[in-house]
Structure formats: structure tokens, C-alpha cells
């Protein structure tokens, strides 16, 4: 009876691996590990396909017109004739809305990290990582109307007061630490009890008073600025930095948690407070790990296109003095998306061959970037894993 | 040590060694617990920082595109003598014409060229079709006095959503004193009301505000993403499974696993270049169709999937697999049957978010000529569309006022779909998550 309904509704070798069966197997195997391999193999050719035929319109181009004039020149005039491909500008303007997000996005994400890492309780953690990863969920072109309708016009109109407000916010409590730190240093080296105090009281409020002098001077000269046009770096900086802060805060927050407990329950039990340890501790053992996300962050914003196209302003020169971030700027991914509209009517010119060589810069940076930040990743991890 | 053992020493040369040390200990950390609250503060701050960025972002595109979706219709009185209606094919009869003469009727007193042109301008040029859609509906309606209501010009829309002001100077306003007579006599006679706007949601674009939407660009972005789905999805999970799964350790494969985060870094307007050069120029497929926007994106998608995938996979702990070696089964079933199942979800969720990035993703689209203006609701893979955001950044880049409110207005309705698809995915992870 049992048999029977072992049996039942199957052939009796079901259970059987026979000769035939293991072969079939075999072949099986053989196909759809093949398969599966030329699929696998298909993502890698398509890096080596991209590169290979970005590489094949762009090499037309410095064959007809060498190397100088596009990395020295700033002349950027594609439609005369002849034309002129300086793209020293537009290199230059890629540069400066980078590092001016680096600037922002960098202080700002590794700070959420660390809040998040080991700041926060779990259940605020909960809301708050969310929300710092939904702005890596709006898609560019919501920034780039937000940076050219609604920014853009502000920094126009308010853009003294708006520099003044965020020069007290940023400088200001940097400033008062650094009030307290040197005075501090300053009456650290006599002795005397009650005068001693009454003398650091006195060191700190002189400091204090110069401080609030110059944080006012440099203050008042920043409201006095006149913004003559909302589309310039600034701009397009500050969106690229918020565009750029959840690659950094989520891989920074992977690294700052790959570090691991034992590190940190040590650093307490010597007596360490919460901050002392993550400076001191978690800190420098993730370091390596904070780099990467900085370079991922920082390739994000050189590969970013629409934000920069629609309010960098799109003027192809190096802003006076260079330093100017209130000048307007070109970008290559910008000019890239800006004038293949154009370029493409003359497939096989100088002009369509200069837009794929930008597209190569393009390409061996981030691919330079990339391999960087992965080797540094992959080298913590053999680090903290104990080799 | 030195400056605090000074500072113990002369404030009580009294007391014993041990109380000097604790006291010490105390001042001190007092300090440090100063400098805690402060680096709390920092970080919190910094998280504030990009919580109000967020909040600001989210309510100044609400807040300028919300209106757009009412729409300020006017009653127009038609009268459809059967004279104008073409007999033969009423399609083609002179709606504009019988349009023109129903505003007339309703202002004798405008007389002068000049001034009727003027307010006619109040009227949109989508009235005559409303009025041609209306009489091959029901051809009964010729004949008689058709009591419509038809779209106001954007002008006028942008008037009565106060983003025209009535009182600034006349030479400083879109609408001038005499138009804002006439529509006074509208209002007077309740004839103009603000109404649900459905032209947005049904029709293509359009270089008229008030006849421009979005249902052009959904349908794009639906075939666009169909296109990717059903290349990304595949190819995405074979060459996870066969990473995770079946690849040996050697050269090749850390060469493929290099290339994949190689891919995930390329930037995103390369990809644009790519597909100019080589699917436009070297393929010659059709230019702004949603096969070749479906087939670039699918490239972008790709890095997405594998990586979700392949943690999915690593999550199957190794006991199932054991499990089913143990009774027998062969390599290709132990994937197919046991461990493929349960990575589905994982596999799934990281799908939604790569769909969710492509969905979003408008600079490579730039490339492919999915820029050009298309009126047409395009019906498959090779019609010319426009997809979602790239219909954002052309009307982001249009002057008119009434443009901007259907720009923030398009840019809501992405923003519903790509943070429902996140949302989704949120929750599958969370569902089915599982604890081994």
C-alpha cells in the first residue's frame, strides 16, 4: 500500500538518476551555464563597446586639429568657419561646479553620516535616512526647473541678503568655536587662580568683540553684492551638492558601519565620550572608506547634465577673477547636450567630432574615478577585516 | 596634565592626591561633554540642512504647480446656423469662423478690427475643436444655440489665478485695461469658472498652454519603459545568477565585475552619445522613438539590477542550496527551483528602483532627438514621443507663465510615480524580508 502511493501518478524511475537522465543533465548544465555566460560577458562589452565607439568619433578630431587648441584655448566658437574648439573654458567650468559642490556636499554629507551612523537613535534614523534618500529619487530635470524658475530668480533679487544669511549660518558658529579655542590656547600658559579667570574672561570677550567685527564686515560686504544674473555657479553648485549628498552619506554611512562594533566598545571602555570616538576611532578607520563616497559624490556632480545645462548660464568663458562664482559657466556634459542639436545635422565635421572627445574626457575621468574609489573600498575592507 | 596639575595645586593645597585627580576628571569632562553636545549639534544640523533643502524643493514646485490642474473655462452661447455647417463633412466646416461670430453676439459694442482681434485673443484656438468635437458627436445640436463652455486663452486662465495682477500698469501687464473689461463682463454674468482641468491629463503637447499635456509623455515613458523592462529585467538577473551562482574565480570574471560598476559610472549623457553614434548613425533606427530611449536607458538600468540582484542572491544562505544538492537535485535545479525563488523579491525590488532612475532620466534622451515637439499621442515603439521629462524640460524652457505652472504641475505627477515605485519597493523589501 505504501508503494503504491509513492508511486502513484510518476513513472517508477522518478527518483532514479539513469545514464540518460545524468546526461541530459549535463547538457543542460552546459547550456545555460553558456547562456548565462554570454549574458554575463554582454554588460562588460558594452562598457568596451561604449568606450570603443565614443573613442572612434572622437579620435577625428584630434587628428584634424591636434591636441593644443582644445586643452589651451578658451575661443569656443564651433559654428564659424572655420571654427574654434578652445575647450579650456568649458574644462575649467566643469572643474568649478565640481569642486564648489565638493565644497558643500562634502562637510555637509559626511556630517549626516556620522549623525546617522552613531548620532541618532534608531527610531529618528528611521525617518530621517529616507528623506535624504528621496533627494537622490527626484529626477535631475525637477532640480534643474527648481534651480532655473525658482533659484535662479531669488539668488537674482535677494542675492545679497541670501550670501549675508548664509555667511553668519556657516561662519558664525566656526568663528565662536575658534574664539574659544584660542583663548583658551592664550591663557593656558600662567598660573592664578581667580585673575586667571577674570583674564580669560577678558581674552575671550576682546576676541569675541573682534570676531563680531569681522564677521559683520564681511557680512555687510557680502549684502552689498549685486547678483546680475540667478543662472551662475553658485547656483548650479549648490543643487549639484544636494544632488550629490546621498551617494555620499549612504556609502560614507556603509563604511562608517563596516567598522564595527568592537572598535567602538573598546574606544568607550578606555573612557572615550561619543564624540571623542568617532573622531578619533571610527573616524580614521573608515577614512578610507569616506574617500570613495567623496569620489562618488564628486562624479556625480562632473556627470550631472540638465541642472547644469538648464542655469549655469551657458557662457563659455573663464569667470574674472577665477575665482568668481557669481559668473555664469559652461560645462561639458552641458555642451555636450546643448550643441549635438546642431552638431548632428553635420555628422563627420570637426563640430560632431568635438562633442564625442568631450564625451571621452568624460568617460576616462569617471572611469579613472571609479576604479580609484573601488580599489581604496575594497582595500578597508581587507584592512578592518583583519589582513 | 602639566597646566591642570598647576591649576589643582594652587586653587587647594589642602586636600588629599585622590580628590585632586577626580576633581580634575570633573572639570575635564565637563568640557568633553560641552564638546559632545556641540558635534551632536553639527550633525544634526547638517541633516536639518538638507531636510529644509528637501522641504523647500517639494513645496515651491507644489506650491507653483498646484493650480494648474483647474483650468479657467468661459460659456460661450453658439449659435450653429446650418448654412456654416458643411453639409457634406461637417468636420471641415469653419469653426473658427462660428466661434468668432457667437463672441461677437456677445459683445456688440466691440466694433473696430483692432479690438475684436484683441477679443478674440481671450478665447483659446482650441475652442473651434471643442465646437467641431461637439457637432459630429451629436449632429442633431446644428440648428440650435449650443450653450458651451470653452477654454479661456492662458492669459486670461493666468488672470483669474491672480498671476496677472489687475493693478499695475497697463503697458506692464499681458492684458490690457480693455480685455480686463470684458472679462469683468463675464464674470458679471457668471459666464467664466475655473473647472477641473482634464486637457491636461488627455492631451499631447501643445505650444498653447491651456491645450498643452502630459498624456503624450506618460504614454512615451510607458513604451519607453516597456522596452527597458523587458531588456534590463533578463539581462539583468542572468548576469547576476551566473555571477553569484556559476562563475569561477579567475580573471574574466573580475573583469566582467569590474565593468559592471565601470558601467554604473559612465556618465549619463555618454550614453546619449552612444546611442547617437551607434543605434541613430550606425544602425540607422528611427530617431525620438521609444525603442532606442528604451534600449539606452535599459544600458543605464543594467549596473542597478546586477547589484540588487546579486545581494538578493547572497542572502539565500548556503543551506538551502545544501539542502537541495543533498537530495539530489543538479546545479541548474538547485538555481532554478530553490534559490531563485527566494531571491525574487530582493531581485524585483531592485528592478522598481533601476525603473525608477530611468524613468527620471532625461540628459541621454536629449541626445536621441527625444526633444523634438510632438504633438501626436504617439501609439508604439517606433512613433515619435516624448517622455516625461524631457516634456519638463522643454516646457521649463518656454516663457510663458501658464507654462510654468504645468511644468511644476508635470514635474508633481513624475515625482507621484517615481516616489510610489521607491515606496514600493520600500515595502516589498520590507515584506519579504527574510530572517534565516
Known sequence: MPNATLDSGKKPDAFVLTPEKLRRQRIAKFFGEGFLLVVASFVAIVVLFIFYFVAVDAIPFFQQRGFTEFFTSTSWYPADEPGEFGALAIIYGSGMVTIGSALIAVPLGISAAICLSDVLPFSVRQYAKPVIEMLAAIPSVAYGFFALVIFAPLLQNYGGPILMWAWWLIAGPFVLLAVIVVADLITSGDGGGSERKTIRWTVTGVLGILALVFLFWVGNALNAIQILSGTNALNVSLILSFMALPTIVSVSEDSLQAVGRELREGSYALGATRAETIVKTVLPAASSGILAAVILGIMRAIGETMVVWMASGNSSHIPDPWYNYLDSIRTLTATIAGDMGEADQVTGSARYHVLFAMGLLLLVFSFICNLVSERIVVRQRKILAGE | ?436
Do not use: C
Open chain 2, 1 to 436: 596634565m602639566n597646566k591642570s596639575n598647576k591649576q589643582a595645586g594652587a586653587g587647594s593645597s589642602g586636600t588629599s592626591r585622590r580628590e585632586r585627580t577626580i576633581d580634575i576628571v570633573n572639570k575635564r569632562l565637563e568640557k568633553r561633554y560641552r564638546k559632545e553636545k556641540r558635534f551632536r549639534l553639527y550633525g544634526m544640523l547638517s541633516i536639518i540642512a538638507s531636510v529644509l533643502f528637501l522641504a523647500f524643493l517639494l513645496t515651491s514646485i507644489v506650491s507653483n504647480g498646484y493650480s494648474a490642474f483647474w483650468q479657467t473655462y468661459i460659456k460661450l452661447d453658439v449659435q450653429l446656423d446650418p448654412d456654416m455647417i458643411d453639409k457634406e463633412d461637417p468636420g471641415r466646416s469653419n469653426y473658427q469662423g462660428i466661434i468668432k461670430q457667437a463672441i461677437g453676439a456677445y459683445y456688440p459694442e466691440v466694433k473696430d478690427r483692432k479690438e475684436r482681434r484683441e477679443l478674440y485673443s481671450l478665447f483659446s484656438s482650441g475652442a473651434a475643436f471643442q465646437l467641431r468635437d461637439e457637432v459630429l458627436k451629436n449632429p442633431a445640436v446644428v440648428g440650435t444655440t449650443l450653450s458651451l463652455w470653452v477654454l479661456a486663452d492662458d492669459d486670461v486662465d493666468m488672470l483669474m489665478k491672480g498671476h496677472i495682477k489687475r493693478n499695475v500698469p497697463e503697458n506692464e501687464r499681458r492684458l490690457n485695461d480693455k480685455q480686463l473689461q470684458w472679462i469683468a463682463k463675464l464674470e458679471a454674468g457668471k459666464r467664466i469658472e475655473e473647472r477641473f482641468n482634464t486637457t491636461f491629463f488627455t492631451a499631447g503637447d501643445s505650444r498653447e498652454p491651456e491645450l498643452a499635456g502630459i498624456w503624450g509623455a506618460v504614454k512615451g515613458s510607458f513604451y519607453t519603459m516597456l522596452v527597458t523592462l523587458a531588456l534590463s529585467f533578463p539581462i539583468g538577473i542572468a548576469a547576476a545568477v551566473y555571477l553569484e551562482e556559476f562563475a569561477p574565480k579567475n580573471l574574466a570574471t573580475d573583469f566582467i565585475e569590474v565593468n559592471i560598476n565601470n558601467l554604473a559610472a559612465v556618465p549619463s549623457i555618454v550614453f546619449g552619445l552612444l546611442g547617437l553614434a551607434v543605434f541613430l548613425n550606425f544602425f540607422g533606427m528611427p530617431r525620438s522613438t521609444p525603442l532606442v530611449g528604451g534600449i539606452v536607458l535599459m544600458l543605464m538600468t543594467l549596473p542597478t539590477i546586477i547589484i540588487a540582484s546579486r545581494a538578493a542572491l547572497k542572502a539565500v544562505p548556503p543551506s538551502i542550496r545544501e539542502a537541495a544538492f543533498g537530495v539530489g537535485s543538479s546545479k541548474l535545479q538547485v538555481v532554478t527551483s530553490h534559490v531563485l525563488p527566494l531571491a525574487l523579491p530582493g531581485m524585483l525590488t531592485g528592478t522598481i528602483i533601476g525603473m525608477a532612475q530611468a524613468l527620471g532620466e532625461t540628459a541621454p534622451l536629449l541626445m536621441i532627438g527625444m526633444v523634438a515637439f510632438i504633438v501626436d499621442i504617439p501609439g508604439g515603439f517606433t512613433d515619435p514621443a516624448a517622455v516625461m521629462p524631457v516634456q519638463i524640460y522643454l516646457w521649463a524652457d518656454s516663457p510663458e507663465r501658464a507654462f510654468v505652472e504645468r511644468t511644476s504641475a508635470a514635474i508633481m505627477v513624475l515625482l507621484a510615480f517615481l516616489i510610489s515605485m521607491n515606496a514600493l519597493a520600500v515595502v516589498m523589501r520590507k515584506r519579504f524580508e527574510r530572517r534565516w
